[in-house]
């Protein structure tokens, strides 16, 4: 029998490049040689079919093959998880008791290198734009003796990266953050930091209000070089790193009663509305320019389609080289509570995805990447 450890390299690259993700792990794991193959030099996230990423209440998530239709566990350090842009992070989530609170712990994680980063802390954070945090006062009628309970931390809304942590020296990280009763505000900071750094809004808000309100964010994510932030307002907004602000861009317009999402496709940056008419949902989708701080309307995404989630979304573009079964161009796939949907740009329908994995958990759209 041949010794399958003595294949030529260049070919064993060629065969891992051609390889599902869930065989491209298995491939890495037979030996030595082979796996120093299955790199993610060697890796094409290109030919890869996203998964879903599925989370149960306490317990560890669940990564989902729908062109499988198998679901493995995911080893994610915590029991929540956020998507991250670019593809192929997420921001793992631990909850942790404290003598009279619960505080949030967070990991930077990658399950494909399993590669983890813990973030600085957060409880250094500041903010003097908006009330200290909610105090309760706790009696214990034996000894009469009140005690002061503080009933919230920060804790983060979204979060964006500037680049893959393992092909980057020098990538940065940008968050939007929110305590109970208290606006969210952002904040970042880069490599070799080791405390978050605030950041201004675009807008002050008058100084005349005892408790002026602030525009939250709704999508954020790095694109072109920048940190783009959209907000309840329609204001795309960009931050200004060495001033630590962020700068105003454009607003939007029209503004729908939907959900937005903020997602680089083609190398163009769009804004999908989710519009959730009477009629099911139906998408409209506007191509940015931030240079001219204009949109225009796009009506079709050619050979891309778009993968959408509350945090962090991504596109794909669909040629003969594409191994995605299962998906196709010119569409949207979204979450709608439990139930994974796709949207037609060519006919405008609204069709459930069929789920494979056997259940209805909420979940996001993940690709994975190195």
């Known amino acids: 029998m041949a010794n399958w450890e003595e294949l030529p390299q260049d070919l064993l690259k060629l065969i891992a490049q051609r390889l599902a993700i869930e065989d491209f792990v298995a491939f890495g794991a037979v030996c030595t040689s082979w796996l120093s193959a299955a790199t993610k030099e060697t890796y094409d996230a290109k030919s890869k079919a996203p998964w879903l990423v599925t989370i149960v209440c306490q317990?560890?998530?669940?990564?989902?093959?729908?062109?499988?239709?198998?679901?493995?566990?995911?080893?994610?350090?915590?029991?929540?998880?956020?998507?991250?842009?670019?593809?192929?992070?997420?921001?793992?989530?631990?909850?942790?008791?404290?003598?009279?609170?619960m505080a949030k712990e967070y990991r930077i994680f990658n399950p494909l290198s399993r590669a983890s980063i813990k973030p600085p802390n957060l409880e250094k954070l500041r903010d003097s734009r908006v009330r200290p945090p909610m105090i309760l006062q706790r009696f214990s009628f034996s000894s009469l003796i009140s005690e002061r309970i503080e009933m919230s931390s920060p804790k983060i809304e979204?979060?964006?990266?500037?680049?893959?942590?393992?092909?980057?020296?020098?990538?940065?990280?940008?968050?939007?953050?929110?305590?109970?009763?208290?606006?969210?505000?952002?904040?970042?900071?880069?490599?070799?930091?080791?405390?978050?750094?605030?950041?201004?809004?675009?807008?002050?808000?008058?100084?005349?209000?005892?408790?002026?309100?602030?525009?939250?964010?709704?999508?954020?994510?790095?694109?072109?070089?920048?940190?783009?932030?959209?907000?309840?307002?329609?204001?795309?907004?960009?931050?200004?790193?060495?001033?630590?602000?962020?700068?105003?861009?454009?607003?939007?317009?029209?503004?729908?009663?939907?959900?937005?999402?903020?997602?680089?496709?083609?190398?163009?940056?769009?804004?999908?509305?989710?519009?959730?008419?009477?009629?099911?949902?139906?998408?409209?989708?506007?191509?940015?320019?931030?240079?001219?701080?204009?949109?225009?309307?796009?009506?079709?995404?050619?050979?891309?389609?778009?993968?959408?989630?509350?945090?962090?979304?991504?596109?794909?573009?669909?040629?003969?080289a594409s191994c995605l079964a299962g998906f196709k161009p010119n569409h949207i796939y979204f979450s709608h509570y439990v139930e994974k949907k796709i949207y037609s740009m060519d006919s405008g329908k609204v069709e459930t995805y069929s789920d494979a994995i056997g259940y209805s958990h909420a979940g996001q759209w993940f690709r994975p990447n190195f």
């Open 158 to 320: 979204r979060m964006a990266l500037s680049s893959s942590p393992s092909l980057s020296r020098s990538y940065a990280v940008m968050i939007s953050l929110y305590r109970e009763c208290r606006s969210l505000w952002l904040a970042f900071y880069r490599l070799g930091e080791d405390a978050w750094r605030e950041v201004s809004p675009a807008t002050h808000p008058p100084l005349s209000s005892m408790h002026p309100p602030l525009t939250d964010v709704v999508q954020l994510i790095y694109y072109d070089g920048l940190f783009v932030a959209l907000d309840t307002e329609n204001q795309v907004t960009t931050l200004n790193e060495s001033e630590s602000r962020m700068e105003l861009r454009l607003v939007l317009e029209p503004k729908f009663e939907g959900y937005p999402y903020l997602v680089e496709c083609s190398g163009s940056l769009l804004v999908a509305w989710d519009t959730a008419g009477t009629e099911g949902n139906r998408f409209r989708v506007f191509h940015v320019d931030l240079e001219k701080g204009t949109q225009e309307e796009v009506k079709s995404l050619g050979k891309a389609s778009l993968f959408l989630n509350y945090n962090a979304s991504f596109s794909m573009d669909f040629d003969a």
């Open 59 to 101: 317990q560890m998530p669940e990564i989902c093959s729908l062109s499988r239709g198998r679901t493995y566990p995911m080893d994610s350090w915590g029991t929540e998880v956020m998507t991250l842009s670019p593809p192929g992070w997420l921001l793992a989530i631990r909850t942790r008791e404290g003598r009279s609170y």
